[in-house]
């Protein structure tokens, strides 16, 4: 695993609406998902999400996309994937990481993961208390940013 140490602060508003049809695209997912005999918490309520930075590269139709992403305590994300590359750095909290065909991933404070683009996965907080990432994309402009897989 490699480590990420540099942190980009600059706000845009840009992300804002892509992240709000994401959540979006989450809610019908969930919607149709069957009920568990342990409900866990909802992502919906326990995920919150910052959007942080959207900028093109010199790279022909290549964006970075940086989000701040804080997790209530047992909150999982849907498995889904994205349409490029993300590196997760684990601001606080502990994560398990679970990435379609490989075995899960626990991660701490100060550690990151790379996640290929297109590989479906899933993050969860596995901590007491609240657990944040730092989510990087390198991804083609003008595609939805999340992909929700069954």
Known sequence: MSRINSRHTAGLLGIALAAAVSLNAFAA???????????????????????LVR????????????????????????????PGVEVAYVISGTFEYQLEGRAPVTLKAGDSLYIPAGTAHV????????ASELATYLVKKDTPLLILEK
């Open 29 to 51: 997912e969930e919607a149709k998902a069957p009920a568990q005999a342990t409900p866990a918490k909802s992502w919906q309520t326990g995920l919150h999400r910052t959007d």
């Open 123 to 130: 993050a969860k907080n596995v901590g007491d208390g609240k």
């Open 55 to 82: 900028q093109d590269l010199d790279i022909s139709k290549v964006e970075v996309i940086q989000v701040r992403v804080d997790f209530d305590p047992g909150v999982t994300s849907p498995k889904h994937s994205h």
